[in-house]
Protein backbone atom coordinates (compact mmCIF):
# COMPACT_ATOMS: atom_id res chain seq x y z
CA UNK A 1 0.00 0.00 0.00
CA UNK A 2 1.46 3.30 -0.86
CA UNK A 3 0.79 6.38 1.02
CA UNK A 4 0.87 9.85 -0.61
CA UNK A 5 3.66 12.07 0.45
CA UNK A 6 1.74 15.19 0.68
CA UNK A 7 -2.05 15.76 1.11
CA UNK A 8 -4.47 15.98 -1.56
CA UNK A 9 -4.71 20.07 -2.40
CA UNK A 10 -8.14 21.92 -1.18
CA UNK A 11 -10.66 22.32 -2.92
CA UNK A 12 -11.08 25.71 -4.60
CA UNK A 13 -14.26 27.71 -5.27
CA UNK A 14 -15.65 27.12 -8.66
CA UNK A 15 -15.68 30.98 -9.08
CA UNK A 16 -12.44 31.85 -11.01
CA UNK A 17 -9.88 33.24 -9.14
CA UNK A 18 -11.88 33.00 -5.61
CA UNK A 19 -9.83 32.13 -2.56
CA UNK A 20 -12.17 32.09 -0.18
CA UNK A 21 -12.65 28.67 2.10
CA UNK A 22 -14.78 26.39 0.99
CA UNK A 23 -18.16 25.74 2.18
CA UNK A 24 -20.52 23.69 0.23
CA UNK A 25 -20.39 21.25 -2.68
CA UNK A 26 -22.32 20.10 -4.95
CA UNK A 27 -22.23 17.60 -8.12
CA UNK A 28 -22.79 18.48 -11.91
CA UNK A 29 -23.02 15.87 -14.70
CA UNK A 30 -20.22 15.64 -16.59
CA UNK A 31 -22.48 14.26 -20.09
CA UNK A 32 -25.48 12.99 -20.69
CA UNK A 33 -25.37 9.38 -18.65
CA UNK A 34 -25.62 6.04 -21.09
CA UNK A 35 -28.41 4.08 -19.81
CA UNK A 36 -25.81 0.87 -19.41
CA UNK A 37 -23.08 2.92 -17.55
CA UNK A 38 -22.94 4.77 -14.70
CA UNK A 39 -23.83 8.56 -14.53
CA UNK A 40 -20.61 10.31 -14.39
CA UNK A 41 -20.82 13.70 -11.90
CA UNK A 42 -18.76 15.97 -10.76
CA UNK A 43 -17.66 18.25 -7.49
CA UNK A 44 -18.20 21.78 -7.57
CA UNK A 45 -17.15 23.88 -4.83
CA UNK A 46 -18.17 27.36 -3.57
CA UNK A 47 -17.85 29.92 -0.95
CA UNK A 48 -19.88 31.70 1.37
CA UNK A 49 -20.13 34.02 -1.32
CA UNK A 50 -20.96 32.61 -4.12
CA UNK A 51 -22.18 29.31 -2.86
CA UNK A 52 -26.15 28.19 -4.29
CA UNK A 53 -28.58 27.84 -1.75
CA UNK A 54 -28.32 24.76 -0.03
CA UNK A 55 -31.35 22.98 -0.93
CA UNK A 56 -30.34 23.09 -4.72
CA UNK A 57 -26.83 22.13 -3.49
CA UNK A 58 -28.72 18.88 -2.54
CA UNK A 59 -29.20 17.81 -5.80
CA UNK A 60 -27.38 17.10 -9.02
CA UNK A 61 -27.43 19.96 -11.97
CA UNK A 62 -26.76 19.37 -15.70
CA UNK A 63 -23.50 19.28 -17.21
CA UNK A 64 -24.24 22.84 -18.66
CA UNK A 65 -25.03 24.32 -15.40
CA UNK A 66 -22.87 27.47 -14.80
CA UNK A 67 -22.98 27.53 -11.24
CA UNK A 68 -21.51 29.57 -9.35
CA UNK A 69 -22.67 32.29 -12.01
CA UNK A 70 -22.73 35.84 -9.88
CA UNK A 71 -25.76 36.57 -12.39
CA UNK A 72 -27.95 33.40 -11.16
CA UNK A 73 -26.88 33.00 -7.41
CA UNK A 74 -28.30 32.15 -5.01
CA UNK A 75 -29.81 30.05 -7.55
CA UNK A 76 -28.74 28.72 -11.31
CA UNK A 77 -29.19 28.45 -14.72
CA UNK A 78 -30.52 24.54 -15.05
CA UNK A 79 -33.03 22.40 -14.06
CA UNK A 80 -31.44 20.04 -11.41
CA UNK A 81 -32.16 16.73 -11.44
CA UNK A 82 -34.89 15.74 -8.57
CA UNK A 83 -34.33 13.96 -5.28
CA UNK A 84 -34.33 10.07 -5.49
CA UNK A 85 -36.49 8.91 -3.62
CA UNK A 86 -36.85 7.67 -0.13
CA UNK A 87 -36.96 3.85 0.52
CA UNK A 88 -40.28 3.07 2.58
CA UNK A 89 -40.45 3.05 6.16
CA UNK A 90 -39.62 0.20 7.38
CA UNK A 91 -42.65 -1.31 9.57
CA UNK A 92 -42.01 -2.62 13.10
CA UNK A 93 -43.37 -4.79 16.15
CA UNK A 94 -43.09 -4.03 19.55
CA UNK A 95 -42.49 -7.40 21.74
CA UNK A 96 -43.85 -7.97 25.39
CA UNK A 97 -40.11 -7.55 26.32
CA UNK A 98 -40.33 -3.87 24.75
CA UNK A 99 -38.01 -4.78 22.07
CA UNK A 100 -38.23 -3.12 18.47
CA UNK A 101 -37.80 -6.04 16.05
CA UNK A 102 -38.54 -5.43 11.83
CA UNK A 103 -42.24 -6.90 11.15
CA UNK A 104 -40.67 -8.67 7.86
Not at 20 to 41: C, F, G, I
Not at 75 to 93: F, I, K, Y
Request: charged share 5%; proline share 15%.
Amino acid sequence: MSVPSSPAPAAACGLGGCTNPVVVQWQRRVAPADPESLPAVQAVFACTQHAMALDLASHVHAPACTAPDLAHLPGCNCTPEPLPTPPPAVQTVTLSTGWTVSAS
